[in-house]
């Protein structure tokens, strides 16, 4: 893994997502989307980090403590931020682009186009709001497959917009 081989990477992303995910939810009970980027910074420190260890026992508890210390800088920083903002955030209405319509109808095309499965996905998520959490618990799935699926079609999604923005 500390060589950057993928398919290593990838296995101990399979492998240990769930974990990880649920030590940032217990750490900073903080949304979904804060804990999957302490878990996107965990996991890339882990990488970075990783060293032989004898027992399984060994790495899960040096997960725990990665997972741990990025919650707390990530937490740091963003209490940093807001101080830095200032603590009265102020609400500005902003009106819509002109070519918002188009680019939702857009949008909307290509999604009906999807595998109804990775189109289920993007309604359970973005539409019904539900968490990870519950979308796998709904389908079956582990949180990492759901989380890995979503991001897949919504980098393709995205591809897909910009090549329409090109023409």
Same mark, same amino acid.
């Given at each position: ?7 290593? !990477?990838?296995? &101990?992303?399979? +492998?240990? &997502?769930?974990? $990880?995910?649920?030590? =940032?939810? *217990?750490?900073? +009970?903080? %949304?979904?989307? &804060?804990?999957? %980027? !302490?878990? @996107?910074?965990?996991? !890339?420190?882990?990488?970075? #980090?990783? +060293? =032989? ?5 060994? #790495? ?7 997972? *741990?210390?990025?919650?707390?800088? @990530? ?12 603590? =009265?955030?102020? /609400? ?10 188009? @680019? ?6 290509? !999604?009906? *186009?999807? %595998? ?6 993007? /309604? #359970?998520? &973005?539409? @019904?709001? #539900? ?20 991001? +897949?079609?919504?980098? $393709? ?5 910009? /090549?329409?923005? /090109?023409?």
């Amino acid at each position: 893994m500390a060589a950057g081989d993928a398919r290593a !990477i990838e296995e &101990f992303y399979r +492998r240990y &997502f769930d974990l $990880m995910y649920a030590l =940032a939810r *217990r750490v900073t +009970r903080r %949304d979904e989307a &804060f804990c999957l %980027d !302490i878990v @996107q910074e965990a996991v !890339i420190k882990a990488v970075r #980090l990783v +060293r =032989a260890v004898e027992s399984e026992s060994q #790495l899960t508890a040096w997960l725990r403590l990665v997972v *741990r210390t990025t919650a707390y800088d @990530q937490c740091k920083a963003e209490r940093r931020r807001q101080n830095r903002e200032g603590a =009265a955030a102020v /609400d500005e209405s902003i009106e819509p682009a002109g070519g918002d319509d188009e @680019q939702i109808g857009i949008l909307r095309g290509e !999604i009906a *186009r999807l %595998d109804p499965e990775l189109a289920k996905l993007i /309604d #359970l998520r &973005f539409t @019904q709001r #539900l968490t990870l959490g519950r979308i796998a618990s709904r389908l079956g799935l582990s949180i990492g497959t759901v989380d890995g699926r979503l991001r +897949r079609v919504l980098k $393709m999604l995205r591809g897909r917009l910009e /090549d329409d923005s /090109d023409e």
